[in-house]
């Protein structure tokens, strides 16, 4: 019978060594943790000398950074990573109006674009949730907390389209020590100068916890290519956008043998991961920036970051979500603030830190079937907000449509007002 221990008490460097020193002894981790306790973590990695593949030694290791007062630019730079794991501040559910604004140019102009934006976020919260109150009263037997949230939800879900995207948000970045070096090489080369800086923060602070993980000369010939590739094809923006599009080089006649595995699973069951090497399935669409950012959360496969401008325009559905009034002066500023911005000193990539989370970007996303079924199923369901949940719609019936005989979960529920939102919160709980 197999012995299992638990040890999670060291230091990452410490953790992953005595997980290397398995492929080289056939001692027992109960010998090799005596050593730790000894020496002391911190230290025990420093008596080994390491003769092979030190860069997977770090993959054994892992620790949690916590990233505050980025931009939503920047936040989605760190999580464009497909073994990203960690957490941000939600917009739909977090009030905004405190948060600071990244403003890179810092001039007079830009300023008060900025605060432009903020001040419609601040006056329309409370018209819209008197709004909201009016449209979906309180039925009987609700409770008046969970409620109250659900409205302020509902609110944030219609005027988060109205923060700019350089305004400040916080995350956490779990990740192993080699998948932390790997991407801030990558983040050092990043168009945005603010990504270049909290790189080299990143990589300061990971010095002084993990010398012996971060220890590796620059390579100037790959810092050279890593710029480049960056500098020149990191955005998504295609010449021709589409609507929605799907594309597949998966064969039916590969899908054949498979007649169980898609027709007899069961809801809330993922397709077997192996038939990811069937081929992928491709979805280029116009969504708006702020549902975009929660698609890309989904890193089993490829999402484009979309540069994002004001070409494609404003997504209608948080424009139809306001009342009347409050509707014309959005019309008014957003057609007054694409004219502010046009006429910034500024490149594309710095002038995203103007505009609004509402305006549409080109998205492509391309999985394996078993994540694109994933995908497509969760965002289907009435939490999700609407304007995502309109292209997960339209994935499921493109899948149906293509292949019939792939069994589908999917929530085609009307769109309407759902008090669970309110349920969904974390609160300190009374003892």
């Known amino acids: 019978m197999a012995n299992i221990f638990l040890h999670d008490e060291f230091n990452p460097e410490d953790t992953a060594m005595l997980q290397a020193l ?26 080994f000398y390491i003769g092979y593949g030190h860069a997977s030694i770090a993959d054994c290791g892992s620790t949690t950074l916590f990233i505050e007062g980025l931009s939503i630019l920047a936040d989605k730079a760190i999580q464009d990573w ?43 919260l409370g018209p ?28 944030f879900d219609i005027l988060r389209s109205f923060l700019p995207a350089g305004i400040t948000t916080q995350l956490s970045w779990h990740t192993n020590l080699r998948q932390a070096y790997d991407k801030i090489t990558w983040l050092r080369a990043y168009p945005l100068p603010e990504v270049q800086q909290i790189a080299s923060n990143l990589e300061q602070i990971l010095k002084e916890h993990y010398p012996h993980s971060f220890c590796q000369p620059v390579d100037e010939a790959a810092e050279n290519y890593r710029r480049h590739i960056l500098t020149h094809n990191y955005y998504y923006n295609p010449d021709q956008v589409v609507n929605f599009r799907f594309t597949t080089n998966i064969k039916d006649q590969d899908l054949e043998k498979w007649s169980y595995a898609l027709t007899n699973r069961p809801p809330k069951t993922s397709l077997p991961y192996f038939l990811s090497e069937l081929g992928q399935c491709t979805f280029e669409f116009l969504l708006d920036y702020g549902s975009f950012r929660d698609i890309q959360r989904h890193r089993n496969g490829t999402c484009r970051i979309p540069l994002l401008t004001s ?23 957003i057609d007054q603030q694409i004219k502010a911005i046009a006429n910034l000193p500024a490149d594309k990539p710095t002038r995203q830190y103007y505009l609004a989370l509402g305006f549409l970007v080109p998205c492509k996303v391309t999985y394996g079937l078993p994540a694109t079924v994933y995908t497509a199923e969760l965002r289907s369901g009435t939490t999700v907000h609407p304007t995502l949940r309109a292209i997960a719609h339209q994935m499921i019936r493109a899948l149906q449509d293509h292949w019939p005989q792939l069994k589908l979960y999917a929530d085609f529920t009307p769109n309407e007002w759902d008090i669970n939102r309110g349920k969904q919160t974390i609160e300190e709980k009374n003892n």
């Open 22 to 47: 398995y492929s080289r002894s056939p001692e027992s981790v109960e010998k090799h943790t005596e050593k730790v306790k000894k020496t002391g973590s911190g230290k025990f990695m420093e008596t």
């Open 82 to 124: 497909p073994l990203y794991c960690g957490q941000e501040t939600s917009t739909r559910y977090t009030d905004m109006t405190k948060q600071s604004i990244i403003d890179p140019l810092n001039t007079k102009e830009s300023q008060q674009i900025l605060k432009n934006w903020l001040d419609f976020y601040k006056s329309s």
């Open 128 to 155: 819209m949730r008197e709004y909201l109150q009016q449209k979906y009263p309180r039925k009987a037997g609700q409770e008046d907390k969970i409620y109250e949230r659900a409205i302020n939800a509902r609110a």
């Open 311 to 333: 070409q494609y325009g404003f997504e209608p559905w948080y424009l139809a979500e306001l009342p009347s009034k409050l509707h014309d002066s959005a019309l008014k500023l």
